[in-house]
């Protein structure tokens, strides 16, 4: 079953993931940046993420569900909006997200299609891999 449409509790931007998901994790078994960055991020309230979180947590399939909706919103704002590493970073991580999310919420990757084609002309103009990379996510659904 797909579902075009999440149903949240009104307070969910307060919350962290840990508290969404009702999945709490413990300490990193691994030594690295990266890790104990995301094990951090799960206990930060989503109304704090930035940019960079967003994009570091995307770019890990963690919290889409929850995720997504918030970098649509900031993409909405500004489509080449940046993390830490180049602009149009967090849009790249959104891109390349599990296709397995995107069957889940259509009525996201429907947004996200308005959303490149209302930019395709800056799009183009800064990377035409921004456009491959939407038409090969698009291409999953066929």
Not at 20 to 30: A, T
Not at 70 to 94: C, F, Q, R, S
């Amino acid at each position: 079953m797909k579902i075009t449409e999440a149903k949240y509790e009104n307070n969910w931007c307060e919350k962290s993931l840990e508290n969404l998901e009702k999945d709490y994790w413990d300490e990193p078994g691994y030594e690295s940046h990266l890790v104990k960055t995301c094990h951090q991020l799960r206990k930060k309230p989503l109304k704090e993420f930035e940019i960079e979180d967003l994009r570091i947590m995307i770019g890990q399939n963690i919290g889409l569900k929850f995720l997504v909706p918030i970098a649509i919103e900031e993409l909405k704002e500004n489509i080449l909006a940046e993390g830490d590493y180049y602009e149009g970073d967090l849009l790249k991580a959104v891109l390349t997200s599990e296709v397995s999310f995107w069957t889940e919420r259509v009525d996201l990757l429907d947004e996200l299609d308005k959303l490149i084609q209302h930019n395709q002309e800056l799009l183009d103009q800064t990377d035409a891999e921004f456009t491959r990379e939407f038409n090969r996510l698009k291409s999953s659904f066929k």
